[in-house]
């Protein structure tokens, strides 16, 4: 049984910051992936960033020079550094984490709101 938690959520004005974290316990061997999606509503589920093991990193282009992905091995922990928000960066943001094996793990996601 793998969790997969998410945090730091919340209402922030435009141009304000936030970050993000995702913690990933229980039966877990190695991760591989760590990567963090959001869904707006009435939108699909869109990916957002990735962090590998071997410390890679990519962004969707509408955060490009936003947003950052970091991530702590030890903690099975990563984060999501938001600067410069937008109104259209609200949405809930879910953590996905891809372990060795292949098996994937999804969090309940955290509410992001950007509005003045």
């Known amino acids: 049984q793998v969790q997969v938690v998410e945090s730091g959520g919340g209402l922030v004005q435009p141009g304000g910051s936030l970050r993000l974290s995702c913690a990933a316990s229980?039966?877990?061997?190695?991760?591989?992936?760590m990567r963090w999606y959001r869904q707006a509503p009435g939108k699909q589920r869109e990916f957002v960033a990735i962090?590998?093991?071997?410390?890679?990193?990519d962004y969707a282009d509408s955060v490009k020079g936003r947003f950052t992905i970091s991530r702590d091995n030890a903690k099975n922990t990563v984060y999501l550094q938001m600067n410069s928000l937008k109104p259209e960066d609200t949405a809930v943001y879910y953590c996905?984490?891809?372990?060795?094996?292949?098996?994937?793990?999804w969090g309940q996601g955290t509410q992001v709101t950007v509005s003045s």
């Open positions: 962090s590998t093991r071997s410390g890679s990193t």
């Open positions: 996905n984490a891809v372990l060795l094996s292949s098996a994937e793990y």
């Open positions: 229980g039966s877990i061997a190695i991760i591989y992936h």
